[in-house]
């Protein structure tokens, strides 16, 4: 050819429509393995590269991007800004982040600052109410981690409760009988299910449950979730997150609570030093990597105009993405006492 190739032309080569073979050299995951193939066949011979600058002027995308998080200081969202990272470098799209710091209010200030800057945003574990959300997923394309969309039109990408169902149930089979949960903030969609998840398995299994309200989802609201459950009598707590959970252990250590002897103590989510406190916490883990890879997928999805659908057409808008969680024991957690 006497001309640069283009995307038309590779798809012609290859068979296939255009938007087809975008997301089989850009996303190979939505096309099978056949049509990926001969597809990134047809361009090799083609000698097609990729033209970011042209993208980005023909579609008007700044190729830039925005993740907002509640607390960049959390382990977790530090992990979700890692597997963003990487899917969207692979596909040659910047990524921007921003901290609200657990306020509604900055989360709003940081999106109306966003907002015709980027290309797009991702919003994790957002604490806006829903109405808010609504109108802000009209302004802006919009993707949201662990929240429930406001629109059925905007991508939700979340954890399941399995792991948390799977935590009460060990706990019943070490002879407890009286469950505590300390739970996060009061604007907190995954506290609300996480609670519910509790309350149903506990029913299920007869086993007597102790709300102990919401707490701040940091280290220093743990020694106060341990003061309560031990002062509600419960002979486990769940935490509503690792950080809750590891503050709850120095509260414990500090006024001689042996753990799991006394009080058995399960987290959330698994993050960089779960295994290394003293004892090592049983935790349920997330993959919070995967969350913000499949978050940042259909948020680009999105941006293409496909809406990242795949080859039933089918674009995972209509499809929101529900990621496992699992229990992982260790030895923060044992028999009741006595």
């Not at 830039?64 to 890692?82: C, H, K």
């Not at 506990?202 to 940091?218: E, I, K, Q, T």
């Not at 979730?225 to 002062?231: C, H, L, P, S, V």
């Not at 940042?296 to 496992?324: F, K, M, R, W, Y």
Request: aromatic residues 2%; proline residues 6%; glycine residues 10%.
């Amino acid at each position: 050819m006497t001309r640069r190739a283009t995307l038309a032309d590779v798809a012609e080569r290859a068979g296939v429509s255009v938007s087809t073979a975008s997301r089989a050299l850009h996303r190979p995951g939505r096309a099978s393995p056949p049509t990926t193939t001969r597809v990134q066949q047809a361009a090799d011979e083609l000698g097609y590269v990729p033209s970011v600058a042209a993208r980005q002027v023909r579609s008007g995308h700044s190729g830039t991007v925005a993740l907002v998080v509640p607390d960049l200081t959390n382990p977790f969202f530090m992990s979700l800004v890692r597997g963003s990272t990487r899917h969207l470098r692979a596909h040659d799209v910047v990524q921007v982040v921003a901290d609200v710091e657990e306020e509604p209010r900055s989360e709003e200030q940081v999106l109306e600052a966003l907002a015709g800057r980027v290309d797009g945003i991702v919003l994790a574990a957002s604490r806006l109410d829903r109405a808010v959300l609504a109108g802000w997923a009209r302004r802006v394309p919009l993707v949201v981690i662990n929240r429930e969309a406001a629109d059925a039109a905007v991508p939700a990408v979340t954890t399941g409760t399995e792991g948390v169902e799977a935590a009460v149930e060990h706990l019943a089979r070490h002879g407890h009988r009286h469950v505590a949960y300390a739970g996060g903030p009061s604007t907190s969609w995954s506290d609300e299910r996480r609670r519910r998840a509790v309350v149903e398995t506990c029913a299920r299994l007869g086993v007597r449950f102790s709300d102990l309200g919401h707490h701040a989802p940091r280290r220093d609201a743990g020694p106060a979730a341990a003061d309560t459950a031990r002062g509600a009598g419960a002979s486990a707590l769940l935490a509503y997150n690792d950080l809750v959970a590891f503050g709850a252990l120095d509260r414990l250590a500090e006024t001689g609570v042996r753990v799991p002897g006394d009080l058995s103590l399960v987290g959330h989510d698994d993050i960089f030093g779960a295994d290394l406190t003293t004892p090592a916490l049983t935790t349920v883990a997330v993959p919070a990597e995967e969350l913000g890879a499949r978050a940042a997928a259909q948020l680009l999805g999105i941006l293409d105009g496909t809406g990242g659908a795949d080859e039933t057409g089918v674009p995972p808008s209509d499809q929101d993405v529900a990621l496992p969680t699992r229990l992982v024991v260790r030895g923060s957690t044992g028999p009741a006492p006595g």
